[in-house]
């Protein structure tokens, strides 16, 4: 009766990365098989076709799940990339919606420092010009003279500048 040997484990594997576990695992499975092989090959040839009928069994099983589980973890990996992504973005937005709020507060600096006028001021001149054309209107309705008063006035500046 054969007994089971217990995996050898390196001296640093407390401390292994994932990676580094997944090489190691692979290396045991890779000896496990040549040393299959090998016993197969001294024992009869039936016992070789019997590994490989329960091989490709496993396979077949493990196939399924294995293909799940990929297919869970690039699941994962799209979302955190989506996720990652949208984070990027609102950051980049805001980077942005603050850099041009800079970007008009100092061009509003520059502009009054050369004493350009902002819009509401300017606005605020167009609503006085309005105002005092409106004023310069109502005086001038007040201030019409009747028909014949014109006709004098303008003899009469006529004829004294003939003198």
């Known amino acids: 009766m054969a007994t089971k040997r ?13 990676q580094q576990r997944m090489v190691e695992a692979m290396n045991q499975i890779w000896l496990a098989g040549l040393g299959a092989l090998s016993k197969a090959r ?3 040839p039936q016992m070789l076709d019997e590994l490989v009928a329960e091989g490709a069994r ?31 973005r609102d950051q ?19 502009l009054t420092q050369l004493g350009v006028p902002s819009a509401e001021q300017i606005e605020e ?13 109502k005086l001038g309705a007040k ?3 009747a ?3 014109t006709a004098r006035t303008a003899n009469s500046t006529a004829h004294a500048a003939a003198s």
Do not use: Y
């Open 143 to 145: 201030r019409k003279p």
């Open 147 to 149: 028909a014949g008063h």
């Open 6 to 18: 217990k995996p050898r484990k390196s001296a640093g594997s407390a401390k292994s990365t994932p």
């Open 125 to 137: 001149l167009s609503r006085r010009v309005d105002r005092l054309n409106d004023t310069v209107k």
């Open 92 to 110: 980049t937005k805001d980077a942005l919606d603050s850099l041009e709020a800079i970007f008009q507060t100092r061009v509003r600096r520059a």
């Open 42 to 44: 001294q024992g009869t």
């Open 58 to 88: 496993v396979q077949a099983d493990t196939r399924g799940a294995a293909e799940k589980a990929l297919g869970s973890l690039l699941s994962g990996v799209r979302t955190a990339f989506d996720t990652n992504i949208g984070q990027v």
